[in-house]
């Protein structure tokens, strides 16, 4: 008798979770629906509506208003940064910041030929990146960035994007960073295929260099993710662990 109790109770949980599963599903393609046709009456971009529907709730009570979060997905080139951060602000409906894109023709062009950047050559670069994400958060606005940002005083100039940051006060700060790690052979192998296909300037040959560069201080807080993961898992992780500190007022349907 126990037995079968006990194989009922397990039914009942299992048609409830699915029911629930299903309504969740359900929910979130009735609201990727309704805000399909708002957008199309409107003529808005997602990250648009986002912006307006924020002013408004911000301006109808002051206690809603948010700073908003940059989320930076670092690590050396060919880690995957680019897509997981891309995911990341397809998933929040925000922008996404290519950090290759604000490098000088002439930053590309030295390592295109395999040769290092200085760190004279890094500041300009950093500082610009710094000033778009500034840009968003003064909006009060969620951006996810794609950037190596592999030393701590590179990771400085971003954190200063958030104005009200103090050195070292990692943990109040309104720029956080996620990092993707894999083995030297599997980015290596990554890179390769891309350069082989013409997708990016960094040839594998300065893998190395990169990685000798990498370092994270313990009492950054940065979380550390295995590359090799599929994007989407490490994009609903991201959101799962900064989901009270971003801007955004629904829960993404990814």
């Avoid at 397990?10 to 629906?33: I, L, P």
């Avoid at 986002?50 to 930076?72: E, K, N, Q, T, Y």
């Avoid at 940051?165 to 990554?190: H, M, N, Q, W």
């Avoid at 550390?224 to 955004?248: K, M, N």
Wanted: hydrophobic share 35%.
């Amino acid at each position: 008798m126990k037995l079968k109790s006990a194989t009922w109770a397990s039914q009942v949980w299992r048609r409830t979770k699915r029911n629930r599963t299903r309504s969740a599903a359900v929910s979130c393609r009735r609201r990727r629906h309704q805000l399909a046709i708002s957008l199309s009456l409107t003529g808005e971009s997602v990250e648009e509506e986002s912006r307006r529907r924020r002013s408004a709730m911000a301006g109808s009570d002051p206690r809603l208003a948010h700073p908003g979060l940059a989320i930076v997905i670092m690590g050396v080139s060919g880690c995957g940064k680019s897509t997981v951060a891309a995911l990341l602000a397809e998933a929040l409906g925000c922008s996404f910041i290519e950090a290759d894109d604000y490098h000088s023709q002439a930053n590309k062009a030295k390592m295109s030929k395999g040769i290092p950047l200085s760190d004279a050559d890094r500041t300009p670069w950093l500082e610009s990146l710094r000033d778009a994400i500034s840009d968003r958060l003064d909006r009060g606005e969620d951006v996810a960035v794609s950037c190596s940002a592999l030393q701590l005083k590179y990771r400085e100039v971003l954190r200063a994007a958030d104005r009200s940051y103090k050195p070292g006060d990692y943990a109040d700060c309104r720029v956080k960073f996620v990092c993707l790690k894999a083995s030297v052979e599997v980015i290596t192998e990554r890179m390769q295929r891309r350069s082989s296909e013409g997708k990016h300037f960094m040839p594998a040959s300065l893998l190395q260099s990169q990685v000798d560069l990498l370092q994270i201080n313990a009492a950054e807080g940065i979380t550390e993710v295995d590359a090799t993961e599929h994007p989407g898992d490490i994009v609903r992780d991201a959101i799962a662990q900064f989901r009270e500190e971003l801007a955004s007022t629904d829960p993404p349907c990814f």
